[in-house]
């Protein structure tokens, strides 16, 4: 019963907090919002016997990278988001930017649909298969990233470092060479 | 309630009676300490020989008036000071800090001295100690004031520069030990090299333990990498418009900090409880003695060397410190793989 209880005032704490992130107007708030819903999502990792992931959730998310978003924050001293003030032909403006959010957010409410009537038949719960060691141990961790999922890992990698140089050539303005 | 339930809250407890007391302690210290490096006497008049002076800064803060700036924001000028402690707190919640014991045999069983015995608890010391940065930024932040927030922003660059070194120093001895749980790190740096040299980490790994010391004494914020509250510059930095009880609590956390530093450090590279004479079950007292030493050299370290530049303290942690921790690990790495193989 308390397992229960802690596990959904840990849902509970990362629904509302995500759902505040994006509800409320300040960044700063949105930023820590984001924070307190990263650690209640660790809860969750130690509730599924998982303690190595819960706490590299929060070195390297809440610890590192919020850590920048924060100060990025701080620097604009951006107190407040207005969308009264914003330019009205900003690209983000055009109508046709609504109508493709729309359609994703439609797409992800019939998946979560999808998922949620897939959830009844799940065989076991994870802790009781055979595998379920290599949630919990370090060791067996890393043996299975560095052997079974070296692709998917090496792919990630290349991934960010695309995202980087991405975020590099959009950011840089024409004429700056 | 069950025997052994109350046991272990019991000594959660006592490790939170003794942090709080750790800080206390340590600022009486410091003035102590501060006094006769500078030939003086320090605090005297409270007490004898001034040992009740902690108490009355105590409760001189408690009764100040609590003042908040106009333009600060309300909840996150509350809420940073109390990140900050809880942080400090949290953090020592898996260093364990003496062997199984039986508390002089009054226990039928023993049990083991620290809060909890996490197979993580290495990391989760890293993890906690890194939130701690968030408690200094947003006091700097919803402070609303040109002082503070510089010193918000030194203290989250400097804290971030530092963490990496600090993050690859310990990777070393997790190498070493082949294990993330302090428990079992310390209890690996058992025994001694023929019989005299104790088989503790700071002789294998003598860089690792300078780098350790180094990025510590730049996390917790102190002299000579006191940036966020430099007094000629920018007031009293981050804290510049606290006042009363949560003005206190960020010295509080520092001075906790300053504890689980030198305790991890004890654990990692000091071989924890484990020393000669004492009989380990005593080994908290070993425990106890080596933090005291550390902590004495912290203090020792404030009032001898003088402040750095900014940009040297930001040149120093990425162009030496993160360097030299990084070939501290390779070098590591490829001594443990040799002798394995």
Redesign the interface.
Known sequence: MPETLVFYTFSAVAIGASALVIGQRNP?YSV?LL?ASFGALSGLYIQLDA??VA??Q??IY???IM??F??VV??LNAPREDAAEWDRSHPLRHPNVGRFGALLATLLVVQLAWALAKVSELESPVASRADAATVGS?LEMGRVLFTRHTFAFEATSVLILVAMVGAVVLARREGDR | MDLRLAIQLGIIGLTFFMLINASALLVLAERKIMGFMQQRFGPYLVGPHGVLQPLADILKLLFKEELRPKGADKWLFTLAPILSVTAAFAAFATVPWGAETTFFGLLDQPVKLGVADVNVGLLVVFAVTSMGVYGIVLAGWASNSKYSLFGGLRASAQMISYELSYATALAAVIMLAGSLSLREVVDSQAGAWFGLLPRWYIFLQPLGFIIYVIAGVAETNRAPFDFPEAEQELVAGYNTEYSSVRFALFPQSEYINMATMSAVATDLYLGGWHGPFLPVEYGWIWFLVKVGIILFGYIWMRWTVPRYRYDQLMQFGWKWLFPASVINLIVTAAVVLYLNA
């Open positions: 700063m820590l924070i303690p190595f706490v590299a929060i070195i809440a610890g590192a850590v920048l924060l100060f701080m620097l370090v």
